[in-house]
């Protein structure tokens, strides 16, 4: 069998795995593999394939794929609008309990209730936000 071949099914068998895993490491690999199949159909000699391979490959891992890696990683999601309110801390304004209480959320104020309903939460409590729930917010007290 040529050599070209052996490269050209190399190649074709690290892009089919880089499908597979998404991690741009096999795809580059296969990107060397694919260089030195053009390589070897010109006629170099087997020393010189290999170190067209491992030349590409080196190179390309080192510059390519931290390229790569930074359009692929995505940042983390922002939280906007009430959701954003979870997990904040708030003050209790009027006393909270399982049915009905107030507190004040980074500057304003929001109908609460105690996240535990047995719970009874004094005004001037500092606690945290753990849900919201249409217009009020579910709270629990800080220790």
Do not use: N
């Amino acid at each position: 069998m040529d050599s070209w071949i052996f490269w050209l099914i190399l190649a074709a068998a690290l892009g089919v795995a880089e499908i597979f895993t998404l991690t741009a490491a096999l795809g580059l690999l296969g990107a060397a593999a694919l260089l030195t199949a053009a390589v070897a159909a010109i006629g170099l000699p087997t020393g010189v394939q290999l170190a067209v391979f491992i030349l590409s490959a080196v190179s390309s891992l080192m510059v390519l794929r931290p390229i790569a890696q930074r359009h692929i990683s995505q940042p983390p999601s922002q939280r906007f609008g009430v959701s954003a309110l979870v997990g904040k801390s708030a003050y209790v304004t009027r006393e909270v309990t399982g049915r009905e209480g107030r507190v004040r959320i980074g500057g304003e104020e929001w109908s609460a209730r105690a996240y535990d309903e047995t719970l009874v939460i004094p005004p001037g409590t500092t606690v945290d936000v753990i849900e919201i729930e249409g217009a009020t917010a579910l709270v629990y007290p800080r220790e």
